[in-house]
């Protein structure tokens, strides 16, 4: 079963979209937080040293180089042929690995055979038993998600019919305040102005 995934919009719906320039001047600022040269806290305590086993670091090795695991070794499961039956002084060694080759495969083979009989009279019917329970777990899992998905599309559409609501209330506040910025600094200019006029009259009079 698919469970079920949805990536929600959390953004304003009224602002406008920003710029380049803004865009990558919030990408800059973030990326500055995020910076790794960045030195940690002074009230941190200092990292402990790490001390592995040499398993522990032989293992690390191992996944730098991306080399394969190959922890466990099948060729002593595979099918064994029989030594050269030629007479040499090393043909008494070859016949005592290549039985105690067999062995080994043999009481793998015999112990697997044993388990997959178990298997088959008793673990299979609770083997089933399990994965249905694990599928009304998820089930529920899944009913309780699409509930939860419902609920956050119902505050998504109350949020964007709240926010487009007062979108041109909104849009009439901010182009209030422009206009009234605008007759402060006219204002201003004109107080600067009459200034400079006293000023001046004042200058003409005392010459």
């Known amino acids: 079963m698919v469970l079920i995934t949805t990536i929600h919009e959390s953004l304003p719906y ?5 710029t380049p320039t803004e865009r990558a001047a919030a990408e800059a600022l973030i990326a500055a937080e995020l910076d790794d040269t960045t ?6 305590p200092a990292l402990l040293p790490s001390h592995f086993t040499p398993r522990i670091e032989q293992e690390l090795l191992r996944h730098s180089r991306n080399e394969p695991l190959n922890a466990i070794d099948l060729s002593r499961y595979e099918s064994l042929s029989a030594p050269s039956s030629t ?18 495969s043999s009481t ?9 009989a178990l298997l088959e009279q008793y673990g299979k019917n609770a083997w089933l038993i399990s994965n249905a329970q694990l599928e009304d777990i998820l089930r529920g899992l899944e009913r309780e998600l699409a509930a939860v998905k419902g ?22 506040l901010e182009e209030g305040w422009r206009k009234g910025v605008g007759r402060v600094l006219e204002t201003e200019v004109a107080c600067e102005q009459v200034r400079r006029e006293i000023l001046e009259r004042r200058r003409g009079g005392a010459v």
């Open 14 to 18: 009224i602002d406008p979209e920003p």
């Open 39 to 44: 030195p940690p806290h002074p009230s941190l």
């Open 87 to 104: 007479k040499t002084p090393d043909s008494l060694h070859l016949w005592r690995t290549a039985l105690q080759r067999a062995r080994t």
């Open 108 to 116: 793998y083979l015999s112990s697997r055979r044993t388990n997959l």
């Open 151 to 172: 609920e956050m599309d119902g505050v998504v559409i109350e949020r964007r019919g709240a926010q487009e609501g007062v979108g041109g209330e909104m849009s009439a």
